[in-house]
Protein backbone atom coordinates (compact mmCIF):
# COMPACT_ATOMS: atom_id res chain seq x y z
CA UNK A 1 0.00 0.00 0.00
CA UNK A 2 0.92 3.67 -1.11
CA UNK A 3 0.23 6.59 0.91
CA UNK A 4 1.39 10.12 0.52
CA UNK A 5 2.71 11.36 4.09
CA UNK A 6 3.07 14.97 2.76
CA UNK A 7 -0.76 15.46 1.94
CA UNK A 8 -1.77 13.98 5.26
CA UNK A 9 0.24 16.44 6.90
CA UNK A 10 -1.02 19.65 4.67
CA UNK A 11 -4.58 17.83 4.96
CA UNK A 12 -4.37 17.97 8.92
CA UNK A 13 -2.73 21.49 9.03
CA UNK A 14 -5.42 22.52 7.06
CA UNK A 15 -7.79 20.63 9.56
CA UNK A 16 -6.26 22.50 12.45
CA UNK A 17 -6.33 25.59 10.88
CA UNK A 18 -10.08 25.49 9.83
CA UNK A 19 -10.96 24.43 13.56
CA UNK A 20 -8.64 27.23 15.36
CA UNK A 21 -10.01 30.07 13.02
CA UNK A 22 -12.88 31.08 14.70
CA UNK A 23 -11.53 30.99 17.67
CA UNK A 24 -8.25 32.91 16.69
CA UNK A 25 -10.23 35.45 15.33
CA UNK A 26 -12.31 36.33 17.79
CA UNK A 27 -9.05 36.02 20.21
CA UNK A 28 -8.61 40.02 17.99
CA UNK A 29 -12.01 41.81 19.86
CA UNK A 30 -10.70 40.47 23.69
CA UNK A 31 -14.27 42.34 25.01
CA UNK A 32 -17.03 39.14 25.30
CA UNK A 33 -20.93 40.68 24.04
CA UNK A 34 -22.32 43.13 26.27
CA UNK A 35 -24.54 41.66 29.03
CA UNK A 36 -25.16 44.61 31.40
CA UNK A 37 -26.65 43.74 34.69
CA UNK A 38 -29.59 45.01 36.40
CA UNK A 39 -29.61 43.27 39.43
CA UNK A 40 -28.79 46.43 41.35
CA UNK A 41 -30.65 47.04 45.25
CA UNK A 42 -32.76 49.34 43.79
CA UNK A 43 -33.97 47.51 40.65
CA UNK A 44 -34.14 44.61 42.92
CA UNK A 45 -36.85 46.75 45.05
CA UNK A 46 -39.19 47.06 42.20
CA UNK A 47 -42.13 44.94 41.65
CA UNK A 48 -42.43 45.74 38.01
CA UNK A 49 -38.74 46.06 36.94
CA UNK A 50 -38.88 49.07 34.05
CA UNK A 51 -36.80 51.99 33.16
CA UNK A 52 -38.42 55.06 32.67
CA UNK A 53 -39.39 54.53 29.21
CA UNK A 54 -39.11 50.84 27.12
CA UNK A 55 -36.23 49.13 26.86
CA UNK A 56 -36.03 48.88 23.27
CA UNK A 57 -36.49 52.72 23.39
CA UNK A 58 -34.11 53.04 25.95
CA UNK A 59 -31.14 51.05 24.38
CA UNK A 60 -31.06 53.69 21.43
CA UNK A 61 -32.48 56.31 22.88
CA UNK A 62 -30.61 56.91 26.45
CA UNK A 63 -27.71 59.56 25.12
CA UNK A 64 -30.63 61.62 23.81
CA UNK A 65 -32.71 61.38 26.89
CA UNK A 66 -29.82 62.49 28.69
CA UNK A 67 -28.70 65.48 26.41
CA UNK A 68 -32.56 66.31 26.47
CA UNK A 69 -32.35 66.53 30.66
CA UNK A 70 -29.41 68.11 30.19
CA UNK A 71 -30.72 71.16 28.46
CA UNK A 72 -34.45 71.39 30.52
CA UNK A 73 -32.03 71.40 33.74
CA UNK A 74 -29.26 73.64 32.59
CA UNK A 75 -30.77 76.27 30.29
CA UNK A 76 -34.90 75.94 31.19
CA UNK A 77 -34.55 75.35 35.26
CA UNK A 78 -36.85 71.95 34.49
CA UNK A 79 -36.18 69.31 36.28
CA UNK A 80 -39.59 67.11 35.73
CA UNK A 81 -39.72 64.68 33.25
CA UNK A 82 -42.58 62.27 32.46
CA UNK A 83 -42.57 59.19 30.78
CA UNK A 84 -44.69 58.42 28.05
CA UNK A 85 -46.90 55.67 30.68
CA UNK A 86 -47.55 58.82 32.90
CA UNK A 87 -44.77 58.42 35.51
CA UNK A 88 -42.28 61.09 37.04
CA UNK A 89 -38.68 61.54 37.96
CA UNK A 90 -36.37 63.81 38.73
CA UNK A 91 -34.16 64.83 35.84
CA UNK A 92 -30.70 63.93 36.65
CA UNK A 93 -28.14 61.35 35.75
CA UNK A 94 -26.85 60.99 39.48
CA UNK A 95 -29.96 61.06 41.08
CA UNK A 96 -32.13 59.12 38.88
CA UNK A 97 -30.33 57.02 36.28
CA UNK A 98 -27.32 56.32 38.74
CA UNK A 99 -29.74 55.57 41.52
CA UNK A 100 -31.32 52.36 39.85
CA UNK A 101 -28.14 51.39 37.61
CA UNK A 102 -26.01 51.85 40.64
CA UNK A 103 -23.54 49.93 39.35
CA UNK A 104 -21.81 51.76 35.98
CA UNK A 105 -19.32 48.96 35.86
CA UNK A 106 -21.36 45.96 35.09
CA UNK A 107 -24.03 48.26 33.32
CA UNK A 108 -23.16 51.95 31.33
CA UNK A 109 -19.42 50.20 30.41
CA UNK A 110 -20.21 46.88 29.84
CA UNK A 111 -21.72 48.02 27.02
CA UNK A 112 -19.74 51.39 25.74
CA UNK A 113 -16.29 49.43 26.17
CA UNK A 114 -18.09 46.81 23.80
CA UNK A 115 -18.85 49.71 21.42
CA UNK A 116 -15.64 51.73 22.33
CA UNK A 117 -17.31 54.72 23.67
CA UNK A 118 -16.43 56.60 26.34
CA UNK A 119 -19.02 59.65 27.59
CA UNK A 120 -17.41 61.94 28.86
CA UNK A 121 -19.56 62.82 31.70
CA UNK A 122 -17.61 61.14 34.33
CA UNK A 123 -15.62 64.77 34.04
CA UNK A 124 -17.82 66.27 36.47
CA UNK A 125 -20.58 64.22 37.44
CA UNK A 126 -19.92 61.75 39.97
CA UNK A 127 -20.59 57.89 39.34
CA UNK A 128 -22.05 55.79 42.22
CA UNK A 129 -19.08 53.86 44.31
CA UNK A 130 -18.89 50.80 43.46
CA UNK A 131 -19.62 47.63 45.58
CA UNK A 132 -16.95 45.26 45.43
C1 LIG B 1 -36.52 53.21 38.36
C2 LIG B 1 -35.27 52.57 38.00
C3 LIG B 1 -34.59 53.01 36.71
C4 LIG B 1 -34.27 54.30 36.35
C5 LIG B 1 -34.55 55.58 37.09
C6 LIG B 1 -33.57 54.19 35.10
N1 LIG B 1 -33.51 52.89 34.72
FE1 LIG B 1 -32.69 52.19 33.00
N2 LIG B 1 -33.46 50.37 33.37
C7 LIG B 1 -34.11 49.98 34.52
C8 LIG B 1 -34.55 48.61 34.39
C9 LIG B 1 -35.31 47.80 35.43
C10 LIG B 1 -34.15 48.18 33.10
C11 LIG B 1 -34.43 46.83 32.43
C12 LIG B 1 -35.73 46.98 31.68
C13 LIG B 1 -36.20 45.74 31.01
O1 LIG B 1 -35.50 44.73 31.03
O2 LIG B 1 -37.31 45.81 30.44
C14 LIG B 1 -33.46 49.31 32.49
C15 LIG B 1 -32.95 49.31 31.21
C16 LIG B 1 -32.14 50.31 30.69
C17 LIG B 1 -31.42 50.25 29.43
C18 LIG B 1 -31.46 49.09 28.44
C19 LIG B 1 -30.48 48.04 28.85
C20 LIG B 1 -30.40 46.90 27.90
O3 LIG B 1 -30.01 45.78 28.34
O4 LIG B 1 -30.72 47.06 26.71
C21 LIG B 1 -30.69 51.40 29.32
C22 LIG B 1 -29.75 51.79 28.20
C23 LIG B 1 -30.99 52.20 30.48
N3 LIG B 1 -31.86 51.50 31.29
C24 LIG B 1 -30.46 53.45 30.74
C25 LIG B 1 -30.97 54.32 31.68
C26 LIG B 1 -30.67 55.74 31.75
C27 LIG B 1 -29.66 56.46 30.88
C28 LIG B 1 -31.43 56.27 32.74
C29 LIG B 1 -31.61 57.71 33.11
C30 LIG B 1 -31.95 58.61 32.02
C31 LIG B 1 -32.18 55.16 33.33
N4 LIG B 1 -31.87 54.01 32.66
C32 LIG B 1 -33.04 55.27 34.41
C33 LIG B 1 -34.32 50.77 35.64
C34 LIG B 1 -34.14 52.13 35.67
C1 LIG C 1 -27.42 48.31 26.08
C2 LIG C 1 -26.14 48.95 25.98
C3 LIG C 1 -25.94 50.28 26.69
C4 LIG C 1 -26.14 50.55 28.02
C5 LIG C 1 -26.62 49.60 29.10
C6 LIG C 1 -25.77 51.93 28.22
N1 LIG C 1 -25.37 52.49 27.03
FE1 LIG C 1 -24.87 54.44 26.74
N2 LIG C 1 -24.50 54.03 24.80
C7 LIG C 1 -24.64 52.82 24.17
C8 LIG C 1 -24.22 52.92 22.79
C9 LIG C 1 -24.23 51.79 21.77
C10 LIG C 1 -23.80 54.25 22.61
C11 LIG C 1 -23.20 54.88 21.37
C12 LIG C 1 -24.28 55.36 20.47
C13 LIG C 1 -23.74 56.02 19.25
O1 LIG C 1 -22.53 56.21 19.14
O2 LIG C 1 -24.58 56.35 18.44
C14 LIG C 1 -24.01 54.93 23.88
C15 LIG C 1 -23.76 56.28 24.09
C16 LIG C 1 -23.98 56.93 25.27
C17 LIG C 1 -23.80 58.35 25.47
C18 LIG C 1 -23.34 59.33 24.41
C19 LIG C 1 -21.83 59.26 24.39
C20 LIG C 1 -21.20 59.94 23.25
O3 LIG C 1 -19.97 60.20 23.37
O4 LIG C 1 -21.86 60.15 22.23
C21 LIG C 1 -24.09 58.65 26.77
C22 LIG C 1 -24.03 59.99 27.44
C23 LIG C 1 -24.46 57.39 27.39
N3 LIG C 1 -24.39 56.37 26.45
C24 LIG C 1 -24.81 57.26 28.72
C25 LIG C 1 -25.09 56.05 29.35
C26 LIG C 1 -25.25 55.88 30.78
C27 LIG C 1 -25.16 56.97 31.80
C28 LIG C 1 -25.52 54.56 30.96
C29 LIG C 1 -25.75 53.85 32.28
C30 LIG C 1 -26.80 54.38 33.11
C31 LIG C 1 -25.54 53.91 29.66
N4 LIG C 1 -25.25 54.84 28.71
C32 LIG C 1 -25.82 52.57 29.45
C33 LIG C 1 -25.11 51.65 24.74
C34 LIG C 1 -25.45 51.51 26.08
C1 LIG D 1 -17.73 70.17 32.45
C2 LIG D 1 -18.52 69.46 33.44
C3 LIG D 1 -19.65 68.61 32.93
C4 LIG D 1 -19.59 67.58 32.02
C5 LIG D 1 -18.39 67.06 31.29
C6 LIG D 1 -20.95 67.06 31.91
N1 LIG D 1 -21.78 67.75 32.75
FE1 LIG D 1 -23.75 67.42 33.00
N2 LIG D 1 -23.86 68.99 34.25
C7 LIG D 1 -22.80 69.76 34.69
C8 LIG D 1 -23.29 70.79 35.60
C9 LIG D 1 -22.44 71.81 36.31
C10 LIG D 1 -24.69 70.61 35.67
C11 LIG D 1 -25.69 71.45 36.47
C12 LIG D 1 -26.00 70.74 37.74
C13 LIG D 1 -27.32 71.16 38.31
O1 LIG D 1 -27.81 72.25 38.01
O2 LIG D 1 -27.90 70.34 39.03
C14 LIG D 1 -25.02 69.48 34.84
C15 LIG D 1 -26.27 68.96 34.69
C16 LIG D 1 -26.59 67.81 33.99
C17 LIG D 1 -27.88 67.17 33.99
C18 LIG D 1 -29.13 67.59 34.77
C19 LIG D 1 -28.92 67.62 36.27
C20 LIG D 1 -28.45 66.34 36.92
O3 LIG D 1 -28.51 66.26 38.18
O4 LIG D 1 -28.02 65.40 36.26
C21 LIG D 1 -27.79 66.08 33.21
C22 LIG D 1 -28.88 65.07 32.89
C23 LIG D 1 -26.43 66.04 32.71
N3 LIG D 1 -25.72 67.10 33.20
C24 LIG D 1 -25.97 65.07 31.87
C25 LIG D 1 -24.67 65.01 31.41
C26 LIG D 1 -24.21 64.01 30.49
C27 LIG D 1 -25.07 62.90 29.94
C28 LIG D 1 -22.90 64.27 30.26
C29 LIG D 1 -21.96 63.50 29.34
C30 LIG D 1 -22.41 63.33 27.98
C31 LIG D 1 -22.54 65.45 31.04
N4 LIG D 1 -23.64 65.87 31.72
C32 LIG D 1 -21.30 66.02 31.08
C33 LIG D 1 -21.49 69.58 34.33
C34 LIG D 1 -21.03 68.69 33.38
Redesign the pocket.
Known sequence: MMYDGGKIIIGLLIFIGFSTFPFLFTMGKAVAKPE?K?DTP??QK?VD????E??QY??TE?MV??ND?RDAVVRDGLRLYKSKDGRS?DMS?QN??M???SSKKKFCDECHNYVAVKPYCWDCHIAPQEGT
Not at 49 to 52: S, Y
Open positions: PIEIMKKCISKMKHILWFLTCKCH
